[in-house]
């Protein structure tokens, strides 16, 4: 139905940056609500930023003024841009989308999770 492909992890060193792409594809009617989770190992997955249809954003204290989320509607895409990266973020970080479908109703949809490293 709805399909959410990540891309843009790898290995960074500490202070560097990273941008992370989720592209939506399938029976999309509109997009809600697109995000960024990430989940430490051992832990709960958390929430990281959000961004709404109206623009309106909010992020985790922890990457607040290191982060920054943006939306590209007409492509159906979300990007997570990281600066000033540290260890600490090191972790899984999953795409996460409210999308309404052409034939359904209003559904949450992952990405498959894409690793990120900070270390030197």
């Known amino acids: 139905q709805v399909q959410l492909v990540e891309s843009g992890g790898g290995l960074v060193q500490p202070g560097g940056s990273l941008r992370l792409s989720c592209a939506a594809s399938g029976s999309i009617f509109s997009i809600s609500t697109m995000g960024w989770h990430r989940q430490f190992p051992g832990k709960q997955r958390e929430l990281v930023a959000i961004?709404?249809?109206?623009?309106?954003?909010n992020f985790a204290d922890s990457v607040k003024d290191r982060f920054t989320i943006s939306r590209d509607n007409a492509k159906n895409t979300v990007y997570l841009q990281m600066d000033s990266l540290k260890p600490e973020d090191t972790a899984v970080y999953y795409c996460?989308?409210?999308?309404?479908?052409?034939?359904?109703?209003?559904?949450?949809?992952w990405g498959q999770g894409t690793q990120v490293t900070v270390s030197s």
């Open positions: 996460k989308m409210v999308v309404r479908t052409t034939t359904r109703g209003m559904g949450q949809y």
């Open positions: 961004i709404r249809s109206d623009g309106n954003t």
